[in-house]
C-alpha cells in the first residue's frame, strides 16, 4: 500500500486491522520528526502591526511552528485565543520551550526584559525593535555574549542592500551633502526610524567621524550656512504608510538620490522569518540581517 505523506484519511478502508495499526504508527511517527525538524517561534507584539503580520506568515509557512503569542500585560487581547489554540499571554516565561526562537517586535524596554529571559534560558532571539538608546544596545551586545541575537531596525532584504549601496556611495562622494528623509504611518513611536539612523551611521563611519557631532535632525528658522559634513536627517509621519527612505548625495551641478520603498509590512516578516531561520544553532554573538543575506564587508 502507498500512503500519501502524514494524511491518515489516505489509508484505504479495505486495509486489515493490522495494516491500519502499523500506517497509523507510522503517521504518528512521521508527524513527531516533522514537527521536531520545525522551528519553533515565539512571537513578542504579536498583536502589534508586525506582529499581527509575522502571525500571518508564520500560519502558511512551512518549517516553521508558531508555539506563542506575547502582549503587554495591558494588552486588551492578552488571555484571548487567536491562532490555532494559541492563547495570547502577557509574559515570554509563558511560553517558552527548549530549542524556539523569539521574534521580538515590541518597545525597547520589553525587549530588554524578553532578552533577560531568553538569556536565562538559552533561546536565540530576533530583533525587530526600534528605538534604542546607546545604553540599552550596550545591554544588547552583554546580553549577545552568552546567547545569539540579530538585532535589525528593518527586516526588508532591499533594504539591506541599500545599507552597502549606501556606503560604497558615501566612500565615492565623501565632498557631496548628504540628507536622509524617512516616512512612516502615523502610529510609529520613534524618530527618526532605526532605518534612518543606520542609514546616518553608515555614512558617519564612512566619514571617520561620530554620529552624534554631525547629525542635524531637521531644520527651523535661520540656521546658516550648512556646515561641511553634516548629516541632515528627516522625519515625515502620516496616514498609512508603512515605510519609505530616500538618501540624497547632493553636489555642485548633480544629485545622486536612491530610495526604498516598502509597499507592505509582509517584506518584513519575510526578513523576520529568514533571519530567524539563520539564527538556530549559530554560536553566541550579535548578528544583522546582512549576515543572513551572506553579505560580505
Not at 549606501?166 to 524617512?182: H, N, P, R, S, Y
Not at 563611519?205 to 548629516?231: F, H, N
Not at 502620516?238 to 526604498?260: D, K, M, N, Q, Y
Request: proline share 3%; aromatic share 6%.
Amino acid at each position: 500500500m502507498v500512503f500519501s505523506f502524514l494524511d491518515e484519511g489516505s489509508i484505504p478502508s479495505t486495509s486489515t486491522t493490522f495494516q491500519r495499526e502499523v500506517a497509523l504508527l507510522f503517521f504518528t511517527r512521521a508527524k513527531t520528526i516533522f514537527l521536531m525538524n520545525k522551528i519553533k517561534v515565539i512571537v513578542c507584539g504579536a498583536r502589534g502591526r508586525m506582529g499581527r503580520e509575522l502571525v500571518s506568515a508564520l500560519e502558511g509557512q512551512e518549517g516553521f511552528q508558531l508555539i506563542g503569542i506575547v502582549e503587554a500585560p495591558s494588552h486588551p487581547e492578552v488571555g484571548m485565543e487567536i491562532s490555532k489554540g494559541l492563547r495570547v499571554v502577557s509574559h515570554l516565561e509563558e511560553v517558552f520551550q527548549q530549542n524556539a526562537v523569539v521574534i521580538d517586535f515590541t518597545t525597547p524596554q520589553a525587549t530588554i526584559e524578553h532578552l533577560h529571559v531568553a538569556k536565562e534560558n538559552h533561546l536565540p532571539c530576533v530583533i525587530g525593535t526600534t528605538g534604542f538608546s546607546s545604553l540599552e544596545i550596550e545591554k544588547i551586545k552583554q546580553i549577545s555574549s552568552t546567547i545569539p541575537i540579530l538585532l535589525s531596525p528593518n527586516m526588508g532584504i532591499g533594504v539591506n542592500l541599500l545599507f552597502v549601496l549606501v556606503k560604497k556611495i558615501g566612500e565615492v562622494l565623501q565632498d557631496f551633502d548628504k540628507e536622509i528623509v524617512e516616512a512612516h504611518h502615523n502610529m510609529k513611536q520613534d524618530a527618526p526610524s532605526g532605518t534612518a539612523h543606520k542609514i546616518a551611521q553608515i555614512l558617519a563611519e564612512v566619514e571617520g567621524k561620530d554620529l552624534s557631532d554631525i547629525a542635524t535632525y531637521g531644520r527651523k528658522g535661520i540656521t546658516g550656512k550648512r556646515k561641511q559634513g553634516e548629516i541632515g536627517i528627516h522625519s515625515i509621519r502620516g496616514g498609512s504608510i508603512v515605510g519609505e527612505h530616500r538618501v540624497i548625495f547632493a553636489g555642485e551641478g548633480e544629485v545622486l538620490e536612491i530610495t526604498h520603498r516598502a509597499e507592505s509590512r509582509r517584506i518584513f516578516a519575510r526578513g523576520a522569518l529568514l533571519a530567524a531561520r539563520f539564527i538556530v544553532g549559530k554560536r553566541p554573538g550579535l548578528y544583522d540581517l546582512q549576515d543572513a543575506l551572506g553579505i560580505e564587508r
